[in-house]
Structure formats: structure tokens, C-alpha cells
């Protein structure tokens, strides 16, 4: 039987839309070669939950959402369809639970309890909703907003006095160029004498170095005059001591010899010293030498006279010096 060229496309092009078909549900989850069992659960919002997302209990996936339905009859409530593996059995007081995934997908997790009676095929599912991420992130960011609010807030008052500082900045740049340029005409003025005053200031700078080479070697000759003045000081210093000292020896030697003398009792201070003959005679002219002088002062007529006409022989007075006496 020969099929014509037309057939034979015809019947390729329906056979690869069919495998594109199957092909696309499988990619979306859809798994034509085994049975589910469908269920159902009413959700208010179902967060950008969409056919083919998993359906998991403890971690593990069981089923797939077949459909979402908005009901604007029940007040656009959304009823969602689910597909649970037949070989999995739902109890009564199971649970499905909306959770958003960490990458931005949605799932419905199955809460379900250990013990309870089978629930029939075409039952509705009680749901809830998961905080997701987005809520998480919400409930831990809001304080960060406010430090972050209350952050902004300091860093305009900061700025708002950094527009200050650079006001009072700007007129401290504009006085420095004010004063720079005020500089530089001064500068430029007085150039010449500038350059004068450096030139002057080079060659005191070299008459200062050529001074310097000529006091060294004067300083040589002054510190070895110095050298030479301290020693003889030196010498002066302990020639004079020496000198003291032989003196004062010589001093001593005589004192010792003088009191030697004494103690034997020669010489006119040693015989006062010893002899008591000698001291007793010196005592006894001391007492006449005194009474003489005490009877001259009461008659001194007797001692000295003056007549024109002459005078009588008087009779001598007795001499105070006879009369001896004693201490």
C-alpha cells in the first residue's frame, strides 16, 4: 500500500505535537503513568502558587498541585486541586500548609497526625499559611528600618552642619587665597632684595667658614696655653702649701723650745716663772715705786720748789721708799 508523501507529513506532524504534549506535562511534574488521588483545599491567598509545584510530606515529595481555581462566588477564595500518590494515605486532621521555598517558589506542605481514619478520595484539606520568607525577612528587617530611619535622620543633621562648615570653610579657602595672593605681591615686590639679602647671607655663610678654619687653629694654641696655666697652678698651689707647712713647723719648733726654756727657767720670763727671790724683790719695788708716787702727789712741795728770795733747808721727808712692806 504506498502512502503518499502528504500522508506521511501529516502523520509526523501529529506525532510530534503529541510527544511535544506529554513531553511538556512531564517537564511540568505530570506523571501519566501513574494513578493520584485528588484532593482539595481552599486558600485566601496561595502566593504565587502554581500547577506542578510539590506537594511534600516530612521533607519528601507525594503528590503535585493539578490546578489553582479563584472562586469570586466564595468570596475569591482559591481553591487549589491535589494529586497525592495513591500509594500515600491521607488521614483525618491532615493539613495543608502553604510554604513559600527559600528561591521564591511556593509548596504545600502536608501536616498530618500519626493516627486517624483514611480521608475518602475528593475530600477538602483544612489549610494555613506558613510565615515565608518574605514575612520573616519583614519581621527581622523592621527594626533595621527604624535604626536605619533613625540613622538617616543623624546623617541629615550632620549634613545639615557640614553645610556650615563648608560655608565657614569656604570663607577660611577664599581669606588663604586672599592672604596667598597678598604673599606672592610681597614676594614679588620685594624680589630683588631678596635675592640681595640671599647673596649676603652666601657669603657670610662662606666668611663664616673661612673664620672658623682660622680660629682652629688658635683654639689649639689657647687650649694648650690653658693646659699649661693649669699646671703651673698646680705647681704654685703646692709650692705654697709647702711652703706654709715649713713655716708652721719651724713655728712650733721654737714655741717647744721657748716653753723648754721656761719650764727651766732661764731667761728674765723664766726666772720670773721660777725664782721666787727675784719676784719677791720686783714685788717690793712695785709697793715703794707706789707710795712714792702717792706721797709726791699729796706734797709735791717737797720734790720741787721755786723762791726768788731763797728757801730754807728743809729736813728731809721720810722716803716712802724705806718702809718695807709686804703682800
Known amino acids: ?23 511538556f506535562n512531564f517537564l511540568k511534574g ?22 506542578s509545584n510539590a506537594i ?7 503528590g503535585r498541585v493539578n490546578s489553582t481555581v479563584l472562586m469570586q462566588e466564595r468570596g475569591n477564595m482559591v481553591l487549589v486541586e491535589l494529586d497525592i500518590n495513591n500509594n500515600i494515605v491521607l488521614r483525618q ?19 498530618m497526625p500519626q493516627t486517624g481514619n483514611s480521608l475518602p478520595e475528593g475530600d477538602t484539606i483544612s489549610s494555613a499559611k506558613e510565615s515565608g520568607i518574605q514575612a520573616l525577612l519583614q519581621e527581622k528587617a523592621l527594626p533595621v528600618l527604624q535604626s536605619v530611619d533613625s540613622l538617616a535622620s543623624s546623617l541629615n543633621k550632620v549634613v545639615k552642619q557640614f553645610d556650615k562648615t563648608g560655608f565657614a570653610l569656604n570663607k577660611l579657602l577664599a581669606t588663604a587665597d586672599q592672604t596667598a595672593a597678598g604673599v606672592n605681591g610681597v614676594v614679588a615686590a620685594n624680589s630683588v632684595s631678596i635675592a640681595a639679602t640671599m647673596a649676603n647671607l652666601k657669603l657670610l655663610s662662606a666668611s663664616l667658614v673661612e673664620t672658623e678654619k682660622g680660629l682652629k687653629p688658635l683654639m689649639g ?25 715649713n713655716q708652721a713647723n719651724r713655728a712650733v719648733t721654737s ?20 725664782d721666787e727671790t727675784l719676784y719677791e724683790n720686783i714685788n717690793r719695788t712695785i709697793v715703794s715705786v707706789n707710795k712714792l708716787m702717792t706721797n709726791f702727789r699729796q706734797y709735791p712741795k717737797r720734790y ?3 723762791s726768788v728770795f731763797g728757801r730754807k733747808d728743809k729736813g728731809p721727808a721720810d722716803s716712802p721708799a724705806d718702809t718695807t712692806s709686804k703682800f
Open 93 to 111: 486532621g491532615v493539613k495543608a500548609v502553604l510554604s513559600s521555598e527559600l528561591l521564591g517558589g511556593s509548596a504545600i506542605i502536608l501536616q
Open 30 to 51: 505530570s506523571d501519566w503513568f501513574s494513578s493520584t488521588t485528588r484532593y482539595y483545599a481552599l486558600f485566601d491567598n496561595v502566593g504565587g502558587l502554581q500547577p
Open 56 to 62: 511534600k510530606l516530612n521533607g519528601v515529595q507525594v
Open 304 to 306: 720741787v720748789s721755786v
Open 255 to 274: 714655741l717647744q723650745q721657748t716653753l723648754a726654756k721656761l719650764e727651766k727657767g732661764e731667761g728674765t720670763a723664766g726666772k720670773l716663772l721660777k
Open 1 to 23: 500500500m504506498n502512502i503518499s508523501r502528504e500522508a506521511k507529513v501529516g502523520l509526523l506532524g501529529v506525532v510530534s505535537l503529541t510527544m511535544l504534549y506529554f513531553g
Open 221 to 245: 694654641s689657647m687650649q694648650a696655653t690653658m693646659g699649661n696655666l693649669q699646671t703651673t697652678t698646680d705647681s704654685l698651689k703646692a709650692l705654697r702649701l709647702g711652703q706654709t707647712l
